[in-house]
């Protein structure tokens, strides 16, 4: 049996609240929908700028006030797949880490100091310049300690030993024979991480070490919408997050008989709003 359409029941409710109201709900839910689109495209395009950069970026070497330097350079965001073709090196360093990488950094760091620096933090009520030891009728070797400490945090504790040959004894005649490191502990406080700025994700690395500097330096940061695990370490609040599919008890219009009640079944939903 076909249901015979009122024409003036549908134009009614065409005329009211109600219909108002879903209209509205639904241009709401379009423009969110919609709104979400344009920002996931500038999203892209704002990571496609920063590894760009990253790309075609070299180290910045600054000072701090109390005189310490920290080194940076641009970093990449990237899905793990997208970074193979990036930087092969910096994905193999990701792929060769156990667990889920959110960030990776790799730093070459250098040490130089001359003989002026080496001098001018020489610990010398430290130092120990040991007694001679016989190794032979010939030979001798004198043990000695030398510490250099910078600050609190940072120092290098080295000793060794020197061997001392006599050629002749009269007249008597010594030589360097040889010089070694026996043992060396050195300390190194350094910081580093990742960061924005000027609108840019950099990595940086810094130190208060007298003659510490960095010789090259790289990093990713793994696009946390690219990893289900990763995304369940970040709580995200944002508007307009999706389509959803649910049962709902709602208000209705029957429009074929011009009345108004509940109706349960299943719905779409958009959400608005993710807490």
């Given at each position: 049996?076909?249901?015979?359409?009122?024409?003036?029941?549908?134009?009614?409710?065409?005329?009211?609240?109600?219909?108002?109201?879903?209209?509205?709900?639904?241009?709401?839910?379009?423009?969110?929908?919609?709104?979400?689109?344009?920002?996931?495209?500038?999203?892209?395009?704002?990571?496609?700028?920063?590894?760009?950069?990253?790309?075609?970026?070299?180290?910045?070497?600054?000072?701090?006030?109390?005189?310490?330097?920290?080194?940076?350079?641009?970093?990449?965001?990237?899905?793990?797949?997208?970074?193979?073709?990036?930087?092969?090196?910096?994905?193999?360093?990701?792929?060769?880490?156990?667990?889920?990488?959110?960030?990776?950094?790799?730093?070459?760091?250098?040490?130089?100091?001359?003989?002026?620096?080496?001098?001018?933090?020489?610990?010398?009520?430290?130092?120990?310049?040991?007694?001679?030891?016989?190794?032979?009728?010939?030979?001798?070797?004198?043990?000695?300690?030398?510490?250099?400490?910078?600050?609190?945090?940072?120092?290098?504790?080295?000793?060794?030993?020197?061997?001392?040959?006599?050629?002749?004894?009269n007249p008597l005649k010594?030589?360097?024979?040889?010089?070694?490191?026996?043992?060396?502990?050195?300390?190194?406080?350094?910081?580093?991480?990742?960061?924005?700025?000027?609108?840019?994700?950099?990595?940086?690395?810094?130190?208060?070490?007298?003659?510490?500097?960095?010789?090259?330096?790289?990093?990713?940061?793994?696009?946390?919408?690219?990893?289900?695990?990763?995304?369940?370490?970040?709580?995200?609040?944002?508007?307009?997050?999706?389509?959803?599919?649910?049962?709902?008890?709602?208000?209705?219009?029957?429009?074929?008989s011009g009345t108004y009640?509940?109706?349960?079944?299943?719905?779409?939903?958009?959400?608005?709003?993710?807490?």
């Amino acid at each position: 049996m076909i249901t015979k359409i009122d024409i003036n029941k549908i134009w009614k409710f065409l005329k009211s609240k109600i219909f108002t109201i879903l209209l509205i709900v639904v241009l709401i839910g379009y423009a969110g929908f919609q709104y979400n689109t344009i920002q996931n495209l500038k999203r892209d395009k704002a990571i496609k700028e920063q590894n760009i950069i990253a790309l075609n970026d070299s180290l910045k070497y600054e000072r701090t006030k109390n005189g310490e330097l920290i080194v940076s350079i641009a970093g990449y965001i990237s899905t793990e797949k997208e970074l193979k073709s990036i930087n092969k090196d910096l994905w193999e360093r990701v792929k060769g880490q156990s667990g889920d990488i959110i960030s990776l950094n790799h730093v070459i760091i250098q040490l130089r100091q001359d003989s002026i620096q080496l001098q001018k933090w020489l610990k010398e009520k430290d130092k120990i310049i040991g007694e001679l030891t016989t190794i032979d009728s010939n030979t001798y070797a004198a043990p000695w300690v030398l510490p250099y400490v910078y600050d609190s945090t940072n120092f290098d504790i080295i000793s060794g030993r020197t061997y001392i040959k006599v050629l002749s004894k009269n007249p008597l005649k010594l030589i360097h024979s040889n010089t070694e490191i026996i043992e060396r502990l050195t300390q190194i406080d350094l910081t580093w991480g990742q960061k924005v700025e000027d609108k840019q994700l950099r990595v940086f690395v810094q130190s208060a070490y007298p003659g510490f500097t960095v010789a090259a330096m790289e990093g990713v940061l793994i696009d946390p919408n690219s990893n289900p695990l990763i995304k369940k370490l970040i709580k995200e609040k944002h508007w307009f997050t999706g389509l959803g599919i649910g049962v709902g008890i709602s208000a209705g219009f029957n429009i074929t008989s011009g009345t108004y009640g509940l109706v349960i079944g299943p719905s779409f939903i958009y959400n608005i709003y993710k807490w």
